[in-house]
């Protein structure tokens, strides 16, 4: 059948949607379809409205799967399940009813996953599908390479023994980011040269204005690093780019004013490559305090855009001496609450 060009909405799943998304999961696929392939009806979770009620968190997850269905005219014809895996989002699940597939529908579910996935800056959409003890694939193989998914390797696990002997996972990843693969981890003393590398570029402490007064000044560079790596209040990750350091990231305490804020810093050569956004969005899922804070120089766009793609919104302005420029400057205030953070 064509693509169906009516609107298809994503949205959180309820409890109330109990029955439709039973109803999605019951019809897409027939139990002679599944075998071999997968677990039988009689043990799967979404099968059942019992069984899915009683494993119901609200508002909307099963386990550690977040369950959001689609709706085609204000009528639910399916649903996907997702589990954060840290810098990769799984998408464990994809139902579309029976009367709804062929039209296009799973595919604008599918981009919906992975837009949000970008969004909240991760590197990849991941998943798994399965090979069947004849060696023969899923049906939907084809149509995720289709989409862009790439095989990561092939298993045998505790899903494909459930299964029966001889099946295997099919694991699947389609790169979101192809400037690279970025991690946080804990600051490293070999990290610190980098770091100071980069508080010497004249240009980025223009931008970051609220700067050491001598850049240059190694000691000074190193007691100021030595406090905050002893100070309890303070989380700083180093941001890695295919092993690679290319900036810090973290949240602290301010004293002064009383609230946690964050902080970046990303070398120049990697700017406009959405690095600072992605490692934000990594640290946000880390430090869960809220509300958060962030001061960003009032003519840095860059800055501002890259707190505001993370949830921030602003909610005042001040001003302050900039030592990177020599003068005071005017700064905006940005807040984070827990209702915007990342996903």
Same mark, same amino acid.
């Given at each position: ?220 560079? &190193? *007691? %100021? /690093?030595? @406090?905050? =790596? #002893? ?9 890695? !780019?295919?092993? +690679? ?22 070398? &120049? *050569? %990697? /700017?406009? @490559?959405? =690095? #600072? ?9 880390? !430090?869960?305090? +809220? ?27 001040? @001003?302050?001496? #900039? ?9 905006? !205030? ?10």
């Amino acid at each position: 059948m064509p693509t169906d060009s009516r609107e298809i909405r994503v949205r959180p799943a309820t409890r109330g949607d109990i029955p439709e998304i039973v109803a999605a999961e019951t019809t897409a696929v027939s139990e002679d379809e599944v075998a071999g392939f997968g677990t039988p009806r009689s043990t799967q979770t979404f099968a059942d409205a019992e069984r899915l009620s009683f494993a119901w968190k609200d508002p909307n997850r099963v386990g550690d799967e977040e369950v959001l269905v689609a709706e085609l005219d204000g009528r639910i014809v399916g649903y996907v399940t997702l589990e954060d895996r840290g810098s990769d989002l799984e998408l464990v699940d994809l139902e579309i009813a029976r009367e709804h597939q062929r039209r296009g529908i799973g595919t604008r579910v599918v981009a919906f996953v992975e837009e949000r996935a970008r969004k909240d800056g991760r590197d990849a959409v991941t998943l798994g599908t399965s090979r069947n003890a004849a060696g023969v694939p899923w049906s939907s193989f084809p149509w995720w390479r289709r989409l862009g998914y790439h095989v990561t390797n092939e298993e045998e696990n505790a899903w494909t023994r459930r299964i029966g002997p001889g099946a295997r996972e099919i694991r699947m990843r389609k790169d979101l980011r192809p400037e690279g693969r970025l991690e946080l981890r804990a600051v490293q003393a070999e990290d610190l040269d980098v770091f100071f590398e980069m508080q010497r570029d004249p240009l980025a402490s223009r931008m970051a204005a609220f700067t050491a007064k001598d850049p240059s000044d190694r000691e000074a560079f &190193r *007691e %100021h /690093w030595d @406090r905050i =790596l #002893a100070d309890d209040r303070v989380t700083m990750r180093t941001v890695l !780019v295919d092993g +690679r350091a290319v900036g810090d990231v973290g949240s602290f305490f301010d004293p002064e004013l009383g609230r946690p804020e964050v902080t970046y810093w990303i070398e &120049r *050569e %990697h /700017w406009g @490559r959405g =690095l #600072a956004t992605r490692a934000l969005a990594a640290l946000l899922r880390q !430090v869960t305090t +809220r509300p958060l804070y962030a001061r960003a120089a009032a003519d840095n766009a860059a800055s501002i855009r890259v707190l505001e793609k993370c949830g921030f919104v602003p909610v005042g302005k001040g @001003r302050g001496f #900039a030592n990177a420029r020599g003068e005071e400057t005017e700064e905006v !205030v940005l807040r984070l609450d827990a209702r915007e953070t990342p996903r």
